[in-house]
């Protein structure tokens, strides 16, 4: 028998790992770009209430920590650039016109880190929404290309900002898709999905797949103009 048929007869003895086999995420600090605006802040309330410890980040770090103190739960507010200095994990929630320049700016301070993109580049006419594909491939592929020194990964696209911030609103019925090109990233960011009552984080491809994910955003915005809802979305199956 051969080297190569060794190993992988060795291979063949090592059971797959459980893709629900998700690791513990709790004692992570996570910290919100854009954590004023409605998605943003939305995403800092329900990680904080479900036991996170959460920063929101801002241009101005009196606008954080106001929506800080009006949020409570914990939640510190600070300027962009410290927010990413003292997070674990990054999300990045700022709209997508100023999402280049945001993430330019903050390259020292994300470098090492995870970061999650969850922009979605969308335009809106007479029709309603549209997607828009940035010259990268999407706002994600956008992420990786101007911080490669961080972590990026892709999620949380498809959220309703009504939901997430509705404290009546006791669970999030949806799954959240994750894409990146680390298993042991796309892990993390699952895990933390998780964390939210009613949500799952469910693997869905590298980061080259991250622009069909962004651009179904229009389809939600359409359909829920159509019934007056708050739809997200199930994959069923799995």
Not at 106 to 130: H, I, M, S, T
Not at 175 to 185: I, N, S, Y
């Amino acid at each position: 028998m051969t080297t190569s048929e060794a190993a992988k007869e060795d291979a063949k003895k090592v059971p797959a790992k459980d893709p629900w086999d998700l690791p513990d995420v709790s004692g992570l600090v996570v910290g919100v770009l854009g954590g004023t605006g409605d998605q943003g802040r939305g995403l800092a309330y329900r990680l904080a209430k479900a036991g996170q410890r959460v920063i929101i980040g801002s241009r101005a770090a009196e606008r954080a920590q106001v929506a800080a103190e009006e949020l409570g739960l914990g939640i510190e507010g600070l300027d962009n650039a410290e927010c990413a200095r003292r997070s674990d994990i990054v999300i990045v929630a700022v709209p997508w016109e100023g999402h280049a320049k945001t993430l330019e700016a903050l390259r020292e301070e994300l470098a090492g880190k995870l970061v999650v993109d969850c922009v979605n580049p969308l335009g809106f006419d007479k029709q309603g929404a549209y997607a828009l594909k940035p010259e990268e491939g999407s706002a994600a592929q956008q992420a990786a290309a101007l911080l490669p020194e961080s972590r990026v990964t892709a999620a949380f696209h498809h959220l309703s900002a009504v939901l997430l911030s509705d404290p009546e609103v006791a669970e999030i019925d949806t799954d959240v898709m994750v894409l990146g090109e680390k298993r042991a990233d796309t892990d993390i960011v699952q895990a933390l999905a998780g964390r939210i009552p009613g949500m799952r984080g469910v693997y869905a491809g590298r980061l080259r797949n991250a622009h069909q994910v962004e651009s179904l955003v229009a389809n939600l915005i359409s359909a829920n103009r159509r019934y007056k809802a708050h739809a997200g979305l199930r994959v069923t199956d799995v």
